[in-house]
């Protein structure tokens, strides 16, 4: 995917994922929403300001500390200073990091949105304009049924072409075998999405495909040292 961003052929990515490997791949921030937050980027929640890190930002006790008092009653995990729960997801956000603009120093706080949690309106936005200029949405590994995001695969140029891989059965499958004046708009396929990719490559760009499988054990060792 980061390749063919690279190349124009892929205008935006909208991932759901929080994992961070689309931004870690290359992909610049401007090319990509994503909706769930990303485990890596953690934000001033008095400024607003975003801070990209190495290390994975989430404080896992803190969220314990809380989820162990809704489920159990009690805990013997012991509450940091700067924890604070969630009037929605009822966990803790705070990182325990505060914003390095000494006219802030407001609390960090990580951008992984949780069950009840609001969308970040921003991204949200921004999905959903670049959503509405496509030509053609590429769906890969997902059900399609979480919504807002799942609105998004049918939000583009009319007449809506839709490519889907993934290994179950969608609501949107429909979508995809619509015929046009003379052609079917869309694709279906079932399988995996890496093999699927490969074989995208081989039609789009197949004089850089070689290559590019060459040097994924040097990729790999790049995003490996950028999360120690």
């Known amino acids: ?50 801070y990209e890190r190495d290390q994975y930002t989430l404080d896992d006790r803190a969220s314990q500390h809380y989820e162990e008092i809704e489920d159990f009653g009690r805990t013997d995990v012991k509450l940091p200073r700067h924890a604070k ?29 949780n069950f009840g949690d609001l969308l970040d309106d ?12 496509n030509d053609l949405c590429l769906s890969l590994g997902s059900t399609m ?12 140029q009319t007449p809506v072409r839709l490519a889907v891989c993934n290994r179950q059965e969608t609501q949107f499958d429909s979508v995809c075998y619509q015929r046009g004046e003379e052609e079917r708009l869309g694709v279906r396929v079932f399988g995996d999405c890496d093999v699927f990719m490969k074989e995208v490559m081989k039609q789009l ?23 120690l």
């Open 85 to 113: 729960k969630c009037p929605t997801c009822g966990l803790n956000h705070r990182t325990g990091r505060r914003c390095t603009d000494r006219k802030c120093r407001g609390y960090l706080k990580d951008t992984i949105v």
């Open 205 to 227: 760009i197949p004089s850089e495909l070689e290559a590019w499988e060459e040097k994924r054990s040097e990729r790999v060792l790049f995003y490996s040292s950028k999360t």
């Open 122 to 133: 921003e991204i949200i936005s921004r999905a959903e304009t670049e959503a509405r200029k």
């Open 1 to 50: 995917i980061a390749l063919l961003v690279t190349k124009g052929l892929i205008r935006h990515v909208i991932s759901q994922n929080g994992d961070g490997l689309h931004l870690l791949s290359g992909i610049a921030g401007h090319n990509l929403s994503e909706l769930h937050g990303n485990v890596f980027l953690e934000k001033c929640e008095k400024c607003g300001r975003v």
């Open 145 to 156: 049924q979480v919504y807002p995001a799942c609105d998004l695969v049918g939000a583009g």
